[in-house]
């Protein structure tokens, strides 16, 4: 017998279906994420994208399926206990809160938790986002899309998630901005201390950054594989409008 314990797979999904209004719009789909991987979930739009990140944090019910996070089997919590077992959600258009400041923005998720952040978990926000920091005192509403899409990111990670899922980072945000979101993933990655599940329409943001991906047609499984396995084809077939 080999003794060595293998460490399980930081997000397990399997066969999970959801319905909207009487429709299925997501038919078995199964995902693994390997611990301390960046992991592409892909796809056109209305494929179920948002709709599989939904399920999985508990945000909308599943007709079926399993959902374990680090062999902790979630399926069957709320939302709330998903989050507190180690889910961390950035949502599609962000949702930060405008009328708070930064400040406040930023601790939201912890204050929830009755937990004050520790000194150095907050410097960390501070060095893969030094405009948090900066801007501390401003109402959250001032920001521009991309700092508010970074402020998000940071609000997540003081929650310290065992699995960080990002909807569309890069959507509608300035490429300077994007390039500083690319390098605290990798950042992130090389720290070793979650894995990642990044939803993202921006290819190359997608290669750069990912260790595999799935493609999604139809809310079902087109492709999975290693990052090194998406080929022109598949981008051709599932990906490119
Ligand atoms: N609240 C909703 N009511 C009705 N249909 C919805 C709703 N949310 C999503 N859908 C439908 O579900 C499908 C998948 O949507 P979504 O998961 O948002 O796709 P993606 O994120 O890949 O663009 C789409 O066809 C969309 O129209
Ligand atoms: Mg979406």
């Not at 997540?156 to 979101?181: R, S, V």
């Amino acid at each position: 017998m080999n003794a060595v314990a293998t460490e399980p797979l930081s997000l397990s999904v399997s066969d999970l279906s959801v319905s909207i209004g009487g429709s299925r719009i997501l038919r078995g789909v199964s995902l693994d994420i390997r611990p301390k991987t960046v992991f592409c979930l892909m796809g056109r739009n209305g494929v179920g994208k948002t709709t599989t990140l939904k399920a999985i944090t508990g945000l909308m019910p599943a007709d079926n399926g399993n959902i374990h996070l680090a062999g902790t089997d979630l399926s069957r919590l709320s939302a709330d206990k998903r989050a507190l077992a180690g889910i961390g959600f950035v949502p599609q258009g962000r949702e930060i809160f405008p009328q708070l400041t930064v400040e406040e923005n930023l601790y939201v998720g912890t204050v929830a938790r009755g937990r004050k952040p520790k000194k150095e978990e907050i410097d960390r926000i501070f060095t893969l986002f030094p405009i948090i920091k900066e801007f501390l005192p401003r109402k959250g509403g001032m920001l521009s899309g991309g700092q508010q899409q970074q402020l998000a990111i940071g609000r997540a990670l003081l929650t310290n998630p065992k699995l960080l899922i990002l909807d569309e980072p890069t959507e509608g945000i300035q490429p300077n901005i994007i390039d500083q979101i690319g390098d605290a993933i990798k950042m992130l990655r090389e720290e070793g201390k979650m894995a990642i599940l990044l939803v993202e329409q921006y290819l190359d943001f997608c290669k750069e950054l990912g260790d595999d991906f799935t493609i999604l047609e139809r809310g079902r499984v087109a492709a999975t594989g290693p990052m090194t396995d998406l080929s022109e084809e598949l981008i051709k077939e599932f990906l490119t409008v």
